[in-house]
């Protein structure tokens, strides 16, 4: 038993808790702090295979940017225990349970059916890919060669997202302020919308 | 013995655990020193005389102070969150010691036939791992916040979360350039990049004039400071504002919020906060060594090899130490929606431009030196942000929301 294998023990109980906590968890925050936990063990085993700018990406997007914003919401909305308990959508947890089904079974089936696919071949590849290169460069080239198309059309699509949320949330806060310069007499002083 | 070593994994995992063990405690010692170092030129700068009673100078008062917060009473306060207010302070801890894992602090060393690398983990994702140590030390503070079931502590959580997610981003983006001039993300192969003197790298190819006079540059060093100016500018501030201190510490203003995230907390784990808060002066302040002023690169004599490393690290790291403290003692606190408005509006574009530029001149390195390029954008550079700068009244109006109302822009 080498020290890998003792580490990989380690983050796979430490996944597999959290994850579960986050599921029973009965407090929004707890919640999303086991997910944190569970995502940093993700983290972890990037690591043990090599993978280091996987790794400290998943660390960096999901756990410190997406989690935190996360966190943000259920922290400053107040999450109640009490609302936690209360089903807004009646057929979300019959869904959820058949979704969960079809989710299960694929993972069987690639568990199953996967290696026999990929081969040892394909993890020593990988392993290989990770020393010579190094995992920076390796994920650079594919990512600005090969997939640079898809990798750009996702930026403009997640700008796309966070101007129209900003278009759709912003607030304003006068009925009087929604005037247009065209409505107002000449000369008269173009009130600014309050965000 | 030997089959201890070998079940751990080999004497590299000895070297490993020990050198983690070493590096711990010379930082918790080191904290000891900056903590005491603030208070005495802190002191000096108001003519005051600071600790002087304990110890050679007051040396161990910060001990003293350490030994009264760790006897105190542990307290919680009623309305806690049990779990989440004790591991708060934790992670906010955790978070600071884990970014020094990335710093060179050394050359290297070779110790019985093994070779002693003075860095914990040369990763060859350094820079990264620098920003992701960053992000999860949001967490300590968001968390200490919410979970002390309070109002001064929320707001304060509010208001750092905030300003640490936004200049995160500058902080990362003023990162690049360094990137790209470097091609790497190793904060070693950073160090070594910038050995030697600026005459022996391209700095003065192309230009006869300036190649006759390159030995009088002999003695210049070969730093990124003198290339990527305007990134060290916006790293200083971003990191600054990171690091939650003057003039960026409106988290913690005390004035209007108690002590703002940490109002809560007290004893032990107010000394984790503490202790989280010099500890990130200190890994900002050597990030900034390595990245812009040669890491541990300084003349040495032949004897005692590794010392004078080190020692060049530890000085060029206290400089910037205190300059944090010399900041403290000068700047008052930004208002909050002009912390806002700088992160946002101003370091954000600026370093995206700087990427830009850098980025451009890197691709073609035919004629000019790119040293001598960088240097005339960063003129240019420099003087478009001033331009910028000085801002036009529509800006200024929309950082005051009830002027706007008003019609008075």
Known sequence: ????????????????????????????????????????ALAVTFLLQGAYFVAALQIIVYAGAIMVLFLFVIMLLGVDKRDALIEPLPAQRPLAVGLGALLAAEVIYIV???????????????????????????????????????FEATSILLVVAVVGVMVLTRRISDVADLQTPEDLPAGAPVKEIAV | MNWVIDLIGGPQTVIAIAKVLIVFASLLVLMILVVWAERRILADMQA????????????????????????????????????????????AAVASFLAFAVVPFGDEVTIAGHRIDFILSDLNIGLLFFLAAGSIGV???????????????????????????????????????IVLVSGSLSTKAIVAAQAGSVQNVTFFDGIPVLESISRYFEYVPNWYIWSQWPAFLIFLIAGIAETNRAPFDLPEAESELVAGYMT???????????????????????????????????????????????????????LFVYLFVWLRATLPRL???????????????????????????????????????????????????????????????????????????
């Open chain 1, 112 to 150: 199953f059916k996967g290696i026999d696919l990929v081969g040892d071949a394909g993890g020593e590849a990988i392993t290989a890919l990770n020393r010579d290169p190094g995992n920076v460069l390796a994920v650079a080239r594919v990512l600005f060669s090969r997939y640079l198309l898809p």
């Open chain 2, 335 to 409: 208002r909050y929606d002009r912390l806002m408005w700088l992160g946002w509006k101003r370091l954000i574009p600026a370093s995206l431009l700087w990427i830009a530029v850098t980025a451009v001149v890197n691709i073609d390195n035919a004629q000019l030196s790119r040293n001598w390029k960088l240097g005339a954008f960063g003129v240019m550079f420099a003087v478009v942000m001033v331009w910028v700068g000085k801002g036009d009244p529509r800006l200024r109006s929309a950082v005051s929301p009830q002027r706007r109302l008003d019609g008075t822009t």
């Open chain 2, 264 to 318: 809560e907390y007290g004893g032990a784990k107010f000394l984790m906060f503490f202790l989280g808060e010099y500890l990130h002066i200190v890994t900002v302040s050597a990030m900034a060594v390595t990245l812009f002023f040669g890491g541990w690169n300084g003349p040495a004599p032949d004897f005692l090899g590794w010392v004078w490393p080190l020692a060049w690290f530890l000085f060029k790291t206290g």
């Open chain 1, 1 to 40: 038993m080498t020290l890998e294998m003792v580490v990989f023990g380690v983050t796979f109980v430490v996944a597999l808790g959290s994850s579960l906590a986050m599921v029973f968890a009965r407090n929004a925050v707890h919640a999303a702090l086991f997910l944190v936990i569970a995502q940093v």
């Open chain 2, 139 to 177: 967490y300590g503070v968001a968390l200490a916040g919410w979970s002390s079931g309070s109002k001064y502590p929320l707001l304060g959580a509010v208001r750092a979360s905030a300003q640490m997610i936004s200049y995160e981003i500058a902080l990362g983006l003023s990162l690049i350039p």
């Open chain 2, 48 to 91: 005051r005389i600071g600790p002087n009673r304990w110890g050679p100078f007051g040396l161990l008062q910060t001990l003293a102070d350490g030994i009264k917060l760790i006897t105190k009473e542990d307290f919680r306060p009623q309305l806690a969150d049990r779990w989440t207010y004790a591991a708060a302070p934790v992670i």
